[in-house]
């Protein structure tokens, strides 16, 4: 049977969480309403799979400290957990599991105790959610020595790249995008052994005059500017970091050393975020080649609004984007 010519993120991080069960007895998932007698999870990504693989596909208490806990310790003891925290902002329930123990352990043994933890959680402004169930905090997470994090924008990455944080011997965030998942957002299956590393980037678009680096949803509206652009014979180049730790350096300061203008983009609020660490080493490492300093764009320094025309005020906009990259080029 032939694969679909497109793929839903749903379908996609399914796909990936099936093989995975399939391929690897010791793959095992954790997470509030994610059996099928529950619902097959808030966004479906896991139906049919409790009755394919019986208990390792286990619904648990609604707590964040257990899940994480207990896929710790899963981890610790050779399974391959895949725990979901059904929202971003309830990681911060359960910092100490992952923060001082997941991420820490492989350290703290000399080298003896992997943890082979993927933690999926969805998060993003955009659908009415409120400030504590839309924040980015992917920021926070990669600070942490020891803990990866992933944030894809296409379908077929996400599967490819969760499939990566599965079978990868240390913890891993894989942070998933609300709006792309209510909105149904697609793009083209993967062909069959589509891999991506983690810590690789991707050059969506080349172009000569400005380089914009970012992740995830925003992604959409910067090809949709670099496609305004181009009518205007502005040769936008877009890099999809796919992975924020380890990002990919090299990939960037070379679409940077070609076009010597950078916007960073993000959704997450713009100060102390991960478009600080990605501008300072373009600094450090370009300064004399810039024409220009690195501009960056994300989200207001403000909780996440509710009412839609204050939470649309807080995402940063193509107009905002557009803004930027002009600014690089004047």
Known sequence: MNAPAKLTFVEATRQALDEALAKDPTVLLLGEDIADETGGGVF???????????????????????????????????MRPVAEIMLMNFMTVAMDQFFNHAAKLRFMSGGQTPVPLTVRTATGAGAGFGAQHSDMLEAWIAHTPGAKVVVPAFPADAKALLTACIFDDDPCVFVENTLLYFGGASGPAPPEGYAVRIGSANVLREGGDVTVVGYGRPLYDVLAVAEKLDQEGIGVEVVDLRTIAPFDEATVLASVGKTKRAVVVHEAVKRFGVGAEVASRIHEELFSDLRGPVQRVGGKHAPVPFASNLEQAYLPQQADIEAAIRATLG
Request: proline share 3%; charged share 15%; hydrophobic share 40%.
């Open 44 to 78: 479906k990504c896991t139906a049919g799979l409790s009755t394919k693989y019986g208990d390792r596909v286990r619904t648990t208490p609604i707590s964040e400290q257990a899940i994480m806990g207990a896929a710790v310790g899963a981890a610790v003891a050779g």
